[in-house]
């Protein structure tokens, strides 16, 4: 916010300064001259701190464009990264494992279309939402986790048995996707040498964001801790039994550490806060 006020009074600066013609005289020059010198020393100093932060930040808010390996450079190694570019034919993966020393590159594409993506998100998230689901419903989600799992994973899954985290990029549908929700397909299941219908969650820990300059601006932050997963409140919108029922299982993946699972009536904001300390 302060880079960004100190930016408006400098193009305000600029534009007074323009907008004065030739026969100005000193007086009129001085003011305006006097704050953009003024604003352009504070945008160099808040840069600095900013640069000491995080490089990558501060070529962004300088207004320039990271290079691919200095976006990389921050992505932790062992990372496989999974971004996404959705089409009106046919959508590509481009799948990065980023390594001590480098990075490996492969693009996959022939994914479903966006409008095809679109279609299957959407019925994905309507099963998820059904209150009162019965056997056909629940058998209808379990296949559609599936399937949505093995079209836009499935071609990278001995890619994610090598890696040890994802950072996932959406796209287009597939911003509206809960990752961590879908289910391994028969294949990635023989990958990972675990049962079909896994959640992914389950197999690999994932994080996502809205592109890797976002992502090479923010802070590194461990994310091995314990569980703390809110689901199922207890609101006049309906409930949610089977939220209930993933955190469940998702603990049960991630194994025996003290995690805290708030459902029902402790699924609150307040409480959520208590439990990480926030």
């Given amino acids: 916010q302060e880079l960004r006020r100190v930016t408006a ?81 046919e959508s590509v993966l481009f799948a990065t494992l980023v390594g001590e020393s480098g990075w490996d590159l492969k693009v996959i594409r022939g994914l479903p279309s966006e409008s095809d993506l679109a279609e299957r998100t959407a019925r994905l998230r309507v099963l998820l939402r059904s209150p009162r689901a019965g056997p056909r419903s629940i058998q209808a989600l379990a ?69 890797l300059a976002v992502h090479a601006s923010l802070p590194e932050v461990e994310t091995l801790g314990p569980l703390v997963a809110l689901a199922d409140p207890e609101t006049d919108g309906g409930r949610l039994p089977w939220a209930r029922r993933e955190v469940r299982d998702l603990a049960r993946s991630l194994g025996g550490r003290e995690h805290q699972l708030l459902v029902g009536g402790r699924a609150e904001e307040a409480v959520l806060r208590a439990a990480i300390g926030g």
Avoid: H, K, N
């Fill in 9 to 89: 009074v400098a193009d305000r600066a600029r534009s007074e300064l323009g907008d004065l013609d030739g026969r100005a005289d000193a007086a009129m020059l001085g003011e305006p001259t006097d704050a953009l010198r003024q604003a352009l020393a504070e945008r160099a100093l808040l840069l600095e701190r900013i640069r000491r932060r995080s490089p990558t930040a501060a070529t962004l808010e300088a207004g320039g464009v990271a290079p691919v390996d200095a976006l990389l450079a921050a992505v932790a190694p062992g990372t496989l990264v999974l971004s996404y570019a959705t089409g009106p034919e």
């Fill in 143 to 211: 296949q559609q986790r599936q399937r949505l799992f093995e079209e836009v994973l499935g071609p990278v899954s001995e890619l994610i048995a090598a890696s040890t985290r994802l950072l996932i990029v959406a796209d287009g549908p597939l911003r509206l996707v809960p990752f961590a929700a879908l289910g391994l397909s028969e294949s990635a299941a023989t990958v990972a040498a675990m049962p079909p219908g896994t959640p992914l969650i389950g197999w690999r820990p994932l994080r996502t964001t809205v592109s």
